[in-house]
């Protein structure tokens, strides 16, 4: 019923209830639900509870309000008051009275740590990690607590039988819970020390070796324009930047003209309240912007000129239709900016998807944003728990491969050649309810362009509407857009007028021009 039943039923409250705090509740009565039927199939009420929390687990992003909330009332309330509830059943005074306890404490300490070292050289050895590596390891595993206590106050509950005195027997007796006790002091000290003075040289190593972690220059961008798409955004937002990562992410609103009458200053403070609540619930930071210009694209590409933005996360536009997908918003972001651009749909929660089915056009490998986009949804895939499904040319998939094999942390990836951009609708078949779909795409002119892609729009709007998907637009290189006055050349007028005389045959236009009338 856990491992079958609880998925099904959480996918479907997810799906249909966004409240954070209806959400914990949720978690909570799932997991008293099957500490339940544990008890009612005769194990321990632990066991149920630890199998809802795998049951459950997949549903809830590690960088998450949700996640965030849990971490902090399980940290603050249940362990302490588990901790301090096995802490009223030790009877100091057992080891005063005789050395069983001292003894059992004993060897359990010395095989747990021992363990735990031979544990950590064969994990050395077999991925030929340095030194560091390997006492960094061992001092991360070594320390014993929840999980030692859960198992041994199971043992010390279960009661065999009585003495001729009326005692009762136990499966594990003080001895053993005392000598746990010890042990879990020894082991937390010595892990503590371990850790420490390991870190210190990984980081002095590290500083030698002029790793900074992470690339200082990135900065994301997250365009809002719709209350009800703020969640969907900041969470795909954050989930683009490692966890705990210093990237900075940025929320943007334009006000201009082309916003309508309905965006008020109030509506405007509201929606980007939201988004910054949204994000300090997961314990991150979200820097707020808002501007007013011309029109909402002038204000995203200057924006991103002036903050150094490198990667735009963008919301389908609402008056989508099957000829115009990007809508003339994102039309005149792709060909005025360089940056790696981010289209996305959000038709569930992200955290209800199980796949992300990636679409990749021939000869991407050649684009510069190659391995930076590749590196995003990486990053993504690891946060949520995803496995990634790459479909292209088989030249792409190689280096896709190598790309994951190499990269600092694999993720899990399956690989099938495509090759037939006309039959792109085969997509509908392979494409699941609770897959992400991305399709990585390409800027007009350039090296992975195909002309299959313009049709892109046509079968997401009549084929894939009941599903997630994401648009990638990889980063170019400076000379591979010009770059206009966007601000102050209406381009569509322009573009027009270029059309119209170009149809103009040039004799007639010099006779229009320079012709005289013959009374």
Same mark, same amino acid.
């Given at each position: 019923i856990v491992f079958f039943v609880f998925p099904l039923i959480a996918r479907w409250f997810f799906k249909k209830f966004d409240d954070n705090i209806s959400q914990y509740i949720f978690v909570l009565a799932m997991v008293f639900l099957g500490s339940f039927l544990a008890e009612v199939a005769g194990l321990e009420a632990i066991i149920g509870a630890f199998l809802s929390g795998l049951a459950l687990n997949p549903f809830i992003p590690h960088n998450s309000p949700l996640m965030n909330r849990i971490d902090f009332v399980g940290n603050a309330f249940f362990i302490p008051f588990f901790l301090i509830s096995v802490g009223m059943l030790v009877d100091f005074s057992v080891l005063f009275k005789g050395w069983g306890a001292l003894e059992v404490a004993g060897v359990m300490i010395v095989i747990g740590i021992l363990a735990k070292w031979v544990a950590a050289w064969l994990t050395q050895k077999t991925f030929r990690l340095p030194v560091l590596d390997r006492q960094m390891i061992f001092g991360?595993?070594?320390a014993r607590v929840g999980a030692t206590l859960a198992v041994v106050l199971v043992g010390y509950n279960l009661i065999l039988g009585e003495t001729a005195t009326g005692e009762p027997i136990r499966l594990l007796n003080e001895d053993v819970l005392n000598g746990t006790v010890l042990m879990i002091l020894v082991t937390c000290t010595v892990s503590s020390l371990v850790v420490e003075k390991t870190s210190r040289q990984l980081a002095l190593r590290e500083e030698a070796k002029g790793a900074g972690g992470e690339d200082d220059s990135e900065r994301i961008l997250i365009s809002? &324009?719709?209350?009800?798409? =703020?969640? &969907?955004? =900041?969470?795909?937002g954050l989930m683009l930047k490692p966890k705990k990562s210093k990237i900075p992410v940025y929320a943007l609103h334009v006000t201009s003209d082309e916003s309508g009458a309905g965006h008020t200053p109030m509506m405007v403070r509201k929606m980007m309240d939201k988004a910054i609540a949204h994000a300090a619930a997961s314990e991150n930071t979200l820097i707020p912007l808002t501007r007013y210009d011309q029109n909402i694209s002038n204000g995203i590409i200057y924006t991103i000129k002036e903050q150094n933005i490198t990667? =735009?996360?963008?919301?389908?536009?609402?008056?989508?239709?099957?000829?115009?997908?990007?809508g003339p918003t994102g039309e005149r972001i792709l060909r005025n900016t360089l940056e790696t651009i981010f289209i996305y749909q959000s038709v569930q929660p992200f955290n209800t998807l199980k796949r992300m089915l990636v679409v990749v056009t021939p000869r991407a490998e050649g684009e510069p944003g190659f391995g930076h986009w590749f590196e995003k949804l990486a990053t993504v895939a690891r946060e949520a728990g995803l496995p990634l499904l790459f479909y292209g040319h088989p030249a792409t998939l190689k280096e896709l491969k190598d790309q994951n094999k190499y990269g600092p942390s694999p993720v899990k990836a399956e690989y099938h050649a495509f090759t037939q951009w006309e039959d792109f609708l085969i997509f509908s078949r392979y494409l699941k309810?609770?897959?992400?779909f991305v399709i990585i795409s390409s800027r007009k002119g350039h090296i992975s362009y195909h002309p299959h892609l313009d049709k892109i729009s046509y079968y997401l709007t009549s084929y894939f509407t009941s599903s997630n998907f994401l648009i990638v637009y990889p980063?170019?290189?400076?000379?591979? =857009?010009?770059m206009d006055d966007v601000q102050h050349v209406d381009t569509s007028l322009l573009e027009s007028i270029t059309e119209n005389v170009g149809k103009v045959a040039p004799g007639n236009f010099l006779k229009r021009v320079f012709g005289k009338k013959r009374g």
């Open positions: 991360l595993s070594t809002l &324009a719709y209350p009800e798409t =703020v969640a &969907a955004l =900041v969470d795909l990667d =735009v996360l963008i919301g389908l536009h609402q008056s989508t239709d099957q000829k115009d997908l990007l309810s609770n897959d992400l980063r170019q290189l400076e000379h591979g =857009v010009k």
